[in-house]
Each structure stands twice: as C-alpha cells, then as structure tokens.
C-alpha cells in the first residue's frame, strides 16, 4: 500500500518545472523569427525606395527632353530611330541613278538595255509593215515582190534585217479575225502580232507604241523602221542607206513635212487636240508616216515611257511630238519621200 509520503513524492515529480536548457531554447525561436521579419521588411522598402528613385530620374528626363522633340514623328525621324537613315540614303541614290539611266543611258545607248554586253552582233534593222485584218491580198502581194518568204526571209534575217507584218488583235477577241491572222501566221511566219494593241481606225496612234515597244523587245537592232501596208519598198536601197549610218545614235529619219491643223470635227484628218497648237494652227516637223526610221535609242525611249507619251489623232504627228522633246538628229532624206516624184527613192506607192 501505497504511503502517504511515496504519493506525495510523485505528485513533486509531475508538477516539476523544465529544465533551464529546454527553456532557453524555447526562448530563442521568437527572436530569430523576429529578426527575419525585419530583413525582409528591409529588403522590401529598399526595393520599393529604389523603383521610386528609377521613376523619378526618368520622369525628370522626360520633362527636360519633352520640349526638344516634335509632337508628331517624321519619317526621316522614324528612319533614323531605327537606324535606317543610311538605307534611305542608298535608295534614294539608286532612285537618282534609275533616273539617270533613263535619261542618258537609255537614251544614248551607254551599254544599257538589249543585247549589250554580250557577243552577239546587233541586227542591222526590223521593218514593221503595218496591215490589216482585211489586207490579206495585199500582204500576198508584197510576199511576191519586194518582201522575201519562206526560206529566203530566214536568210535575210541571218544577214540582219527582220521583216514583219504588223498587227493587233480583233475587238471581239478570239472571233474569226484573230483565228485567220493566226492561220496565216502559222503558214508564213512572218507576223508581229500586238496582243495588247486592239486593231481599229481609232487606236492606230497607239498602234505605233506597241509596235516600236514589241519589236525592241523582241529584236536588238540599230534601227526600227515603220512601214505603211500601201508602199513597195526597195529593199536593197533602204538596206543600203541604213548600212551608212550604222553604229548612229539619236535618229530621227524620214521625208520631213509640217502642215495645217484640221480643227473641224467633220472633216478629213481632225485633230482632237488641236488647240495645243496655237493659234497658227501648224503641225511641228515631222516624218511622213509612210516611211520613218527610228535608231535603237529612240525607239527604246518609247518603250520605256509608253505609258506617259501623249497620241495625237494621228501616228507620225505622236512620233513626231515625241522626238521633239529629245535631242534627237533630224534626217530628212528625200529617197524616203514615197509619194513624190524624186528620181531616187527606197519607196513608191503601190
């Protein structure tokens, strides 16, 4: 049986006080969290105080620099924030080079365009007979006398002169018109056919720029000679005219006349546009449409602008406005005279 003294002793044990070790430990924790609390805490509003500072400093950049700058960017300014200023300098060089090029080089012949460069030689001319779809009788004719066919057309073109009839397309595309032409071509091989140019009374002036367009693109020549469906030609004379003046740039050739403006609607040759020529109402001097030569700079010229260069009503006067803004070399060769009564001639009338 348990005594009172042995119950007492145990009841001292429970009711014991921890030891100073354990109540030193338990002590510490709440400091350590304490001064962990307080780094952080320092490391926060350090963080914060140096993002104040950052938005301070560029605030005050903002506001020093704000009046020196425009409130609308300009594209140089654009160009130049992103570096690009050197790039728009060497493009707008080669713009002025284009330009340039076009003026001279292209016009002068400078190596630019065709065939240059290469080793193959120049053909000494294309002629361009213009014809209609209702001509075929006529373009047989020619095929019978002063125009070659067949393989003596090859052979002619191995020497260097390329002879086409000229001739665009039927209003009413892929009708009856345009399957014949191309029969005959098919045959004869000796078509330039136009497909952009409609064949019609109206359009012949841009006929012309389709012409000289198609045949430079096609051929590099030293001359491009345009020839009416009414006139025979001397073959071996034009041939032999042409072969002089070989190597020419800037040729304007042909039988030179001027003339009255036609400004009544319902008469023969009206001019549209015949208030452009003043008050005398005269045509400039220009080449007689029948038969006029164009070197290979001047006819490359009017491939390059087509699509600026004004047409008149008729062919030869468009031609003819055309060289004059150019420093073209007028020729006025009476042999191209087709309708006049000159001894020696390349041309007649057929």
Known sequence: M????????????RFKPASSSSSAAAGRVPLVMGFLSCLA??????????????RTVLSS????????????????????????????RKIAEAEMDLT???SEGYLWGNGTG??????KKKLLAVIGVYTGFGSRLRRNTFRGSWMPRGD???????????????????????DSLDRNINDESRKTNDFLILESHEEAAEELPSKVKFFF????????????????????????GLIEMLEGRRGSQGLYMGCMKSGAVVSEEDQQWYEPEWWKFGDSKMYFRHASGSLFILS??????????SASLQSYAHDDISVGSWMMGLNATYVDDDRMCCLSSTQEKVCSSA
């Open 2 to 13: 348990e005594t009172l003294a042995s119950a007492m002793r145990r009841e001292n044990r």
């Open 41 to 54: 805490w320092v490391y926060v509003a350090g963080r914060l105080w140096q993002d104040a500072q950052t």
């Open 61 to 88: 950049l903002l506001e020093k620099s704000s009046g020196n700058l425009p409130k609308a960017l300009s594209v140089d300014d654009k160009l130049r924030s992103l570096g690009c200023t050197e790039i728009g």
């Open 100 to 102: 340039k090029a076009k």
């Open 114 to 119: 065709g065939t240059a460069g290469s080793d």
């Open 152 to 174: 003596d057309l090859k052979k002619l073109e191995e020497k260097g002169v390329v002879i086409r009839f000229v001739i665009g397309r039927s209003p009413n595309r892929g």
């Open 213 to 236: 367009s198609a045949a430079i693109e096609a051929w590099d020549a030293e001359f491009y000679v345009k020839v009416d469906d009414n006139i025979n030609l001397d073959l071996a």
């Open 296 to 305: 290979n700079n001047l006819a490359r010229y009017i491939n390059i602008n």
